[in-house]
């Protein structure tokens, strides 16, 4: 076998384990907390393609020699099956050390196998029970995204979010609140950028102590909030202070069927009240 068909062949053999990572990259980022990809030239990357690459072809070789044995007996027993090919797998590891002849239709349908074992790998890193299985490891390596946005997301809590913006003068800043929508984080998991859906914004003041009052603490004064509507995205290189609370989202159902000014008040009271984590950038 050339050095083009012994490569083909090795990405043919890897192609549901990079199936998987694939999956793994996009099921990052559809939960709302995304970090760089895992290329497949890191350690971690090419041992989790490798691991399941070898498990689906395992598990595959293990169903189509039960099955080919099961059309064996059912041919000598009950009625007539024809002639079969070699087991695919079989016919692949005899070509891999150094048979130069193979059976018409065993590598098509070694083929159309690993093709079967592809789905099954994007079909199992995306399941809902791998995440039950996973639960409370952070896989991903997200650190305090993974505790308050993405574990509370998956057991249907709605992240809300209190960004303070670095003050552009003196004493006064502009801060947000709002749903959690997207989260960023670079290589060494720092936050990169965080989105919020239909925030509010307000304006708010760092009132340090006075002369006159030494021992009085320095406190944080939030002015008049406005809905400002739609989806804002905060860079990163702006943001000062995070906090994150978690509310049920049956909660959050019940607060926004309430009247207008009902409504308003029962917010306040879940956001107040809810489980948060305070996070300095």
Same mark, same amino acid.
């Given at each position: 076998?050339?050095?083009?068909?012994?490569?083909?062949?090795?990405?043919v053999?890897?192609?549901?384990?990079?199936?998987?990572?694939?999956?793994?990259?996009?099921?990052?980022?559809?939960?709302?907390?995304?970090?760089?990809?895992?290329?497949?030239?890191?350690?971690?990357a090419l041992?989790?393609?490798?691991?399941?690459?070898?498990?689906?072809?395992?598990?595959g070789?293990?169903?189509?020699?039960?099955?080919?044995?099961?059309? /064996?007996? @059912?041919? *000598?027993?009950? #009625?007539?099956?024809?002639? $079969?090919? &070699?087991?695919?797998?079989?016919?692949?590891?005899?070509?891999s050390?150094?048979?130069?002849?193979a059976?018409?239709?065993?590598?098509e349908?070694?083929?159309?196998?690993?093709?079967?074992?592809?789905?099954?790998?994007?079909?199992?890193?995306?399941?809902?029970?791998?995440?039950?299985?996973?639960?409370?490891?952070?896989?991903?390596?997200?650190?305090?995204?993974?505790?308050?946005?993405?574990?509370?997301?998956?057991?249907?809590?709605?992240?809300?979010?209190?960004?303070?913006?670095?003050?552009?003068?003196?004493?006064?800043?502009?801060?947000?609140?709002?749903?959690?929508?997207?989260?960023?984080?670079?290589?060494?998991?720092?936050?990169?950028? /965080?989105? @919020?859906? *239909?925030?509010? #914004?307000?304006?708010?003041? $760092?009132? &340090?102590?006075?002369?006159?009052?030494?021992r009085?603490?320095?406190?944080?004064?939030?002015?008049?909030?406005?809905?400002?509507?739609?989806?804002?995205?905060?860079?990163?290189?702006?943001?000062?202070?995070?906090?994150?609370?978690?509310?049920?989202?049956?909660?959050?159902?019940?607060?926004?069927?309430?009247?207008?000014?009902?409504g308003?008040?029962?917010?306040?009271?879940?956001?107040?009240?809810?489980?948060?984590?305070?996070?300095?950038?």
């Open positions: 076998m050339n050095f083009t068909l012994a490569l083909l062949a090795g990405l053999l890897l192609l549901p384990g990079m199936t998987a990572l694939v999956s793994w990259n996009i099921q990052g980022a559809a939960q709302g907390a995304k970090r760089p990809e895992l290329q497949l030239t890191s350690v971690t041992f989790m393609a490798l691991g399941v690459a070898i498990l689906m072809h395992v598990l070789y293990g169903l189509v020699s039960l099955f080919w044995a099961a059309l /064996i007996e @059912l041919g *000598e027993h009950i #009625r007539p099956v024809g002639p $079969l090919i &070699p087991n695919p797998y079989e016919m692949a590891l005899a070509i050390l150094g048979s130069k002849t059976a018409s239709g065993s590598i349908a070694f083929l159309v196998l690993t093709l079967f074992e592809c789905l099954l790998a994007w079909r199992l890193i995306a399941s809902p029970g791998l995440d039950l299985v996973l639960d409370g490891f952070d896989v991903r390596s997200q650190g305090w995204i993974y505790q308050h946005v993405v574990r509370p997301l998956r057991h249907g809590y709605t992240p809300i979010a209190y960004v303070l913006t670095a003050t552009p003068s003196g004493e006064y800043g502009i801060g947000y609140e709002g749903i959690v929508a997207d989260i960023r984080q670079g290589e060494n998991g720092e936050l990169r950028s /965080i989105s @919020l859906a *239909e925030p509010q #914004r307000f304006a708010y003041q $760092l009132v &340090p102590a006075s002369e006159r009052h030494p009085r603490k320095p406190q944080l004064v939030t002015h008049e909030r406005e809905w400002v509507g739609g989806v804002v995205a905060l860079d990163g290189s702006v943001i000062r202070n995070v906090v994150i609370h978690t509310v049920s989202q049956d909660l959050i159902e019940q607060v926004e069927n309430l009247p207008a000014e009902e308003e008040d029962a917010s306040e009271w879940t956001v107040n009240n809810g489980a948060g984590s305070e996070i300095d950038t």
